[in-house]
C-alpha cells in the first residue's frame, strides 16, 4: 500500500493541511479541495474530533481523496490515526518511534525535519518523504540541502505560499505542505468560502503544473 501512496503524493506532489476546521466542514472544504485539483489532504491530530474526521473523510471520500494524519507527535497517536483510516502520517518533529509504527502498519512516514543531520536520520530510519519544517527560511535554504542530499525527496511545509511555490519547485521539491495559504479555518465556511477555496486549489495547481 504504501508504494501506491507515495507515488500518488509525489504525482500530485500538493497536500492541503487542514488544522482545526469544525468537524461538520470538513466534507465541504475536502469536495472544494478536491474540486480545484487537490488530491491528498492532511488532517491534524490537534483539531477537533481528528480521528472521526479522518474516518468520515476515508470512507466517504477516500477513493477520491488521500486522507493523513498530520501533527502526530508519538507512535500511539499515529497507531490511532491508521486504525481511523490515515494512509500517511505527517509530524512536525523526528520521531523514530513513530515513523516505525508508521511502516509496520504499510503507511507513508512523513516526519518533519530542518537541519542535513535530521533529514538524513529520518530517511536512514526508514521515512518516505522528509517534511521540511519550518520552510519560512524560504526557497535558497532549501535548495542548500538538496545540494548534498540530492537522493532525499523533500516537502517543504511552513510558509509555501501562492507566490514562492514556484521558488521551492526549482529549488528541487517532491511535494508542498500548504497550510492557511490554501485552507483558512478561521473563516466561516459559506459558499463563497467554499467557491474561493476552489479558485484558490486550482491557482496552486497551476502554479506547479506551468513550468
Known amino acids: 500500500m504504501a508504494t501506491s501512496v507515495l507515488s500518488h503524493l509525489l504525482q500530485h506532489q500538493l497536500v492541503s493541511i487542514i488544522r482545526g476546521a469544525n468537524p461538520d466542514d470538513l466534507v465541504s472544504i475536502v469536495r472544494a479541495l478536491h474540486a480545484g485539483g487537490i488530491r491528498s489532504v492532511e488532517i491534524t491530530i490537534n483539531s477537533p474530533k481528528a480521528l472521526e474526521g479522518i474516518e468520515k473523510l476515508a470512507t466517504e471520500l477516500g477513493e477520491?481523496?488521500?486522507?493523513?494524519?498530520?501533527?502526530?507527535?508519538?507512535?500511539?497517536?499515529?497507531?490511532?490515526?491508521?486504525?481511523?483510516?490515515?494512509?500517511?502520517?505527517?509530524?512536525?518533529?523526528?520521531?523514530?518511534?513513530?515513523?516505525?509504527?508508521?511502516?509496520?502498519?504499510?503507511?507513508?512516514?512523513?516526519?518533519?525535519?530542518?537541519?542535513?543531520?535530521?533529514?538524513?536520520?529520518?530517511?536512514?530510519?526508514?521515512?518516505?518523504?522528509?517534511?521540511?519544517?519550518?520552510a519560512s527560511l524560504?526557497?535558497?535554504?532549501?535548495?542548500?540541502?538538496?545540494?548534498?542530499?540530492?537522493?532525499?525527496?523533500?516537502?517543504?511545509?511552513?510558509?509555501?505560499?501562492?507566490?514562492?511555490?514556484?521558488?521551492?519547485?526549482?529549488?528541487?521539491?517532491?511535494?508542498?505542505?500548504?497550510?492557511?495559504?490554501?485552507?483558512?479555518?478561521?473563516?466561516p465556511v459559506t459558499d463563497e468560502y467554499l467557491q474561493d477555496l476552489t479558485r484558490k486549489a486550482q491557482q496552486f495547481v497551476h502554479a506547479i503544473s506551468n513550468k
Open 64 to 134: 477520491e481523496m488521500m486522507v493523513g494524519a498530520g501533527t502526530v507527535l508519538d507512535p500511539e497517536t499515529a497507531r490511532m490515526a491508521l486504525n481511523a483510516g490515515a494512509r500517511f502520517i505527517i509530524s512536525p518533529t523526528l520521531n523514530v518511534k513513530t515513523i516505525k509504527m508508521t511502516k509496520r502498519y504499510g503507511a507513508v512516514s512523513i516526519p518533519g525535519a530542518f537541519t542535513p543531520t535530521e533529514i538524513l536520520t529520518a530517511y536512514e530510519h526508514g521515512a518516505d518523504l522528509i517534511k521540511v519544517f519550518p
Open 138 to 187: 524560504g526557497a535558497a535554504y532549501f535548495k542548500d540541502l538538496k545540494g548534498p542530499l540530492p537522493f532525499i525527496p523533500l516537502m517543504p511545509t511552513g510558509g509555501v505560499k501562492l507566490d514562492n511555490i514556484r521558488e521551492f519547485q526549482q529549488a528541487g521539491a517532491a511535494a508542498y505542505g500548504l497550510g492557511s495559504s490554501l485552507v483558512d479555518t478561521s473563516q
